[in-house]
């Protein structure tokens, strides 16, 4: 054990950066859909890039292709119908038992499309992930890539943030920049940002494995960032 340890620091050092050491979070994937941010998880995770397990993938929707994609993995799925509970806490409820049950620490809402009520929230305080295909807080709620086409802005992108009780308004963790081209579609636009999506949700998820996300209000500090102060995005550019 010790000289494993020992063996990743020499690694680590010869790629001329200390490794941050991280544990595997277990973590719980919920979606309601096609899962392809799901797919980067899986991805980033075989790459080594990611240190998380994925201890189970949860579904409202029975034909939700995410959990086929879970089961290609061999990763534990479960099929909760909301529609089947009285209440919105009842069924809350249910999937934090799930959740729990799976020994889960971190859950990541990956296109899940359900409010979660005060119960979910309470259960998993900070410790619960969404991706959001705008650049929050502008954008918030559904069909939001016409809706950024619509308002005219020369920018979107995606954002994950930690999920409070309101929707998507908790504190943002990353966020990416897309431009937004005058031919763009809303399909072209929302395919640009799910490009992205991917980049940014292992990311955010390594970096909570890594321990270095720390909520202080509305804020989350990342530890060990560096600053570009010249980091500029201009568009249309400057000069042509
Ligand atoms: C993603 O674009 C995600 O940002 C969005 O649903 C899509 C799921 O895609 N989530 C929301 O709009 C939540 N407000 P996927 O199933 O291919 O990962």
Redo the contacts with the bound molecule.
Sequence with gaps: MLLAKFAEVLKARRFGRKKIMARKVPIGVL????????QAIIDAIAAHKLDAKIELVLSNKADAF?LTRARNHGIATEILDHKAYPSREAFDQAVVDLLRGHGVELVV?????RLLSPVFIKAYSNRIM????ALLPSFP??H?QKKALDHGVRFAG?TVHFVNEEC?EGPIIIQAVVPVFPDDSEDSL?AR??TQ?HQIYPRAIQLYAEGRLHVSGRRVLVDGLNKDEGAVLVQPPLQS
């Excluded at 979606?31 to 799901?38: F, I, P, R, Y």
């Excluded at 969404?130 to 295909?133: D, E, L, Q, S």
């Design positions: 979606l309601s859909g096609g899962g392809t941010n799901l995410g809402l990956a296109g899940f499309m969404n991706i959001h295909p709620g559904l939001v995606c998507d929302a940002i799910l999506e």
